[in-house]
């Protein structure tokens, strides 16, 4: 498995409050994604980062924001929750060897 | 607009016969293919891939799939499933090297004894 962990990997909040989402990755690759999955959508991304500080907006981008100042590293963040954002959150890497994307285990969010 | 279609959303097939799930896409060129599953509760797994060569790939689990240029189709197959193939399936199709990927609906696919 490619190494990718995201956490938390479950969290409940309220509307309003603010929530950051980590992907961290141990293969130094610079291509990572944020996506989301509701049913009856599949996935669709939100954002997107090509290096570090380098990052572009997705098809759903509205009330998401991301950072990256390291390249492990991948930071989405909710500025204020709505009950719309309650999804589960997947990350990805794109192996650049393989032209390959592979996906962290998700964080499940639920906005009350 | 680029799109990815699956046209199927649920499919029941019972153990032991052959699955075929589709795949559509409305793409400029050709693209990067791929094909992903999901069991319940957990992430993706690669299943195989196309860019380009031998239109016939074959991936893990026993599950193959064919590149269409005419139809625009990516249809992944199996022969023969098993009661653990239950689960759900995506196409998904990026426009290059590390471009960010499409992905359709899913087809989710339950197996009877």
């Known amino acids: 498995d490619a190494g990718i962990t995201q956490s938390p990997r479950h969290k409940v909040t309220e509307t309003g409050t603010p929530v950051t989402l980590r992907c961290h990755q141990t293969?130094?690759?610079?291509?990572m994604y944020w996506y989301r999955q509701d049913p009856g959508h599949g996935l669709r991304l939100i954002h997107y980062s090509y290096g570090v500080k380098d990052t572009d907006k997705g098809e759903v981008s509205d009330g998401y924001s991301v950072s990256r100042s390291k390249t492990e590293d991948f930071l989405l963040t909710l500025e204020s929750a709505t009950s719309s954002q309650t999804s589960v959150y997947f990350c990805?890497?794109?192996?650049?060897?393989?032209?390959?994307?592979?996906f962290g285990p998700g964080t499940r969010l639920t906005v009350l | 607009a680029q799109s990815v279609t699956q046209p199927d959303i649920h499919i029941t097939v019972s153990e032991g016969a052959s699955l075929e799930l589709r795949c559509n896409y409305s793409?400029?060129?050709?693209?990067?293919l791929f094909w992903y599953v999901q069991s319940p509760g957990q992430g993706l797994q690669l299943l195989l891939k196309y860019f380009s060569g031998d239109t016939l790939v074959q991936g893990i689990k026993g599950f193959e799939a064919e590149f269409k240029r005419s139809q625009s189709s990516f249809n992944l197959r199996k022969p023969s499933v098993h009661w653990s193939d239950a689960a759900e399936y995506f196409c998904?199709?990026?426009?290059?090297?590390?471009?960010?990927?499409?992905f359709g609906k899913g087809t989710s696919l339950l197996v009877t004894p």
């Open positions: 793409y400029g060129a050709t693209p990067y």
């Open positions: 293969e130094n690759h610079r291509y």
């Open positions: 998904a199709v990026g426009e290059d090297s590390g471009y960010a990927l499409n």
């Open positions: 990805a890497i794109s192996d650049p060897s393989t032209d390959t994307q592979y």
